[in-house]
């Protein structure tokens, strides 16, 4: 075994190589960019070397500066992670010319499985079952187009060299084909550095089934069953779990041949994940294969006992794999869910900002959270913005399921949209519940799982009334002994009630808060002699409330970011405003006839032209942010006065893009 090691990646899978390498004695060396110079990996690892500025091709991509820093350090060996360069060539052959041990497989295997058509060519040779489609080399947008009326409509278009959903798209028709290939290339390129593309048939409500397998470097093989990751947004992964549910034992036995012997014909070594799509009749077909770690490894860690991450040190230190075929069992079930800090509401665009308030669920031997940032860090718009992943186990899958619904009720963040409240409502869904799962079940189910905000339950006010009450009392203690201190609302005769005025969207309320004891209020709404509600509230550690509501028991959160409250309680978040009643509200910007950026981004493409009447909902331009492509559409019917920004140039989120007039003709009739 190697005595040090270079993590070549950022985040949460940095700080999880870091935790096995620690518990073998290894040295940890990571390596960051100028935007993550306080990130947690940093403080985790026994070194660290800076690689240059924030946009990743400037550090975390540059293969002469992470050789460089590995030198620099003393590395014996480079561990890629998920991402960046974990599947790249050129980095596993610089690492065997200078003597570095690569942790992954060869270059040659990462070569064959990178491309899409390459690896298709192969795995028919090797009687691996595929999708029907075409994966030749002849790109032009006629053939491709001719090949996808061949294999028949709809069809998904996808980057040879891609992967986690960039440069795919499904086409369901014909007339859709031209644009939809066009926006897959660009994208292809500037996510891989190539827009070759295949077309395959799109399977009706298709399950992701995938395969872990491991191969060592004397020739031996197994896989350690499989993985669901069929729920889906954007294409990309949402929640996994191990094993398939319905998976029979049979099914499960032809997809790990199909699998190992996908491993076997490009001689592969380390681990590796080997993608299957399959239809709800439980005919699977070969998609790809990851020649690197997956996010979702946790799961089946859980259910085999196994980790992967040291299996992947032994067998790059020449170690044969630790264990057989036959030695391997599953026990209990596994399901991961990835936090995001991103707006389920809005498309699931990604959402940057300090994580102000960052509270997870208790880890346990049952429960774990694997994260890079801490309270207080911040997700920015250079790297993806997962916050952490949540895993739990169970016995079985109702009790997997039943722990993570509780766990993600705790879950606690502010500072950032998050995907969390999406995602209770998403493991708590009939179809997820009873496995009823294909890609399509998040589109499908839209309405339910991402309904109209409710009001706020009554629970919720009082919560709020009581951390304000806390608030108010806390400002003033350092005015003890003053006689004038006390906020209490104490008067000679009687107390007069204090009143806290809160507002959620377009509601706003007035409570009245009348003091009886020490951390008891009866609280009256709307005026000050309605019937009120006996809250008496305890201030426990951080920004935790321990309240009785009229005799119930409730432990809820309240976390303050200016004006705003983030109150957590029953599972729910709510935001709420503390009104100043002396506050003028004005009407700010007045300005309305541009449209700006949700985030920081690059302009790649003006669809619409100047003065061009576009209709409500017409793309007008598309940016980049955050490796996606965001299309910019018309809010509502116009005239394109003028774009602000050109092809290739760099806007600021909130940054005006296009001034959208209105169209004087329609006005006129």
Known sequence: MFRSLLIANRGEIACRIIDTARRLGITTVAVYSEADASARHVRLADRAVLLGPAPPRESYLSVEKILAAAKASGAEAIHPGYGFLSENAELAEACAAQGIVFVGPSASAIRAMGSKSVAKSLMEKFDVPLTPGYHGDEQSPERLADEASRIGYPVLIKASAGGGGKGMRRVDVASDFAAALASCKREAASSFGSDHVLVERYIERPRHIEVQIFGDQHGNYVHLFERDCSVQRRHQKVLEE????????????????????????????????????????????????????????????????????????????????PLRQDELTINGHS???????ENPSAGFLPSTGRLVHLVPPPVSENVRVDTGVEQGDAITPHYDPMIAKLIVWGEDRDSALARLAGALDRYEIVGVESNVEFLGRLVRSESFAKARL???????????????????????????????????????????????????????????????????????????????????????????????????????????????????????TAVPDGARLHVFADGTRCELDVVDPLYVETNGDSHSGGLRAPMPGKVIAHVAAEGAKVEKGAALMVLEAMKMELTISAPRAGVVKRFVYGVGEQVSEGAELVVLEEDEEKKAS
Do not use: C
């Open 242 to 321: 191990a094993p398939a549910p319905g998976m029979t034992e049979e099914r499960r036995a032809a997809m790990g041949r199909s699998a190992i012997r996908a491993a076997q014909a490009v001689g592969y070594a380390g681990a590796g994940t080997v993608e299957f799509i399959a239809d709800q009749a439980g005919t699977f077909y070969f998609m790809e294969m990851n020649t690197r770690l997956q996010v979702e490894h946790p799961v089946t860690e859980k259910i085999t006992g196994v980790d992967l991450v040291e299996w992947q040190l032994r067998v790059a230190s020449g170690e044969k794999l």
């Open 438 to 556: 294909d890609t399509g079940l998040i589109e499908r189910e839209r309405d339910t799982l991402l309904p109209e905000r409710n009001a706020p339950p009554e629970s919720t006010w009082l919560v709020g009334t009581a951390a304000e009450l806390a608030r108010r009392a806390a400002a003033t203690a350092t005015e003890a002994g003053s006689p004038w201190a006390p906020v209490d609302g104490w008067r000679l005769g009687a107390s007069a009630p204090q009143l806290v005025t809160l507002r959620h969207g377009e509601e706003t309320r007035e409570l009245f808060a009348t003091f009886v004891s020490e951390g008891q209020y009866d609280v009256a709404v709307g005026k000050a002699d309605a019937p009120p509600t006996r809250v008496g509230f305890e201030v426990l550690s951080g920004h935790a409330l321990r309240l009785t509501l009229g005799g119930s028991a409730l432990r809820a």
């Open 335 to 341: 399901i991961e869910a990835r936090i995001y800090a």
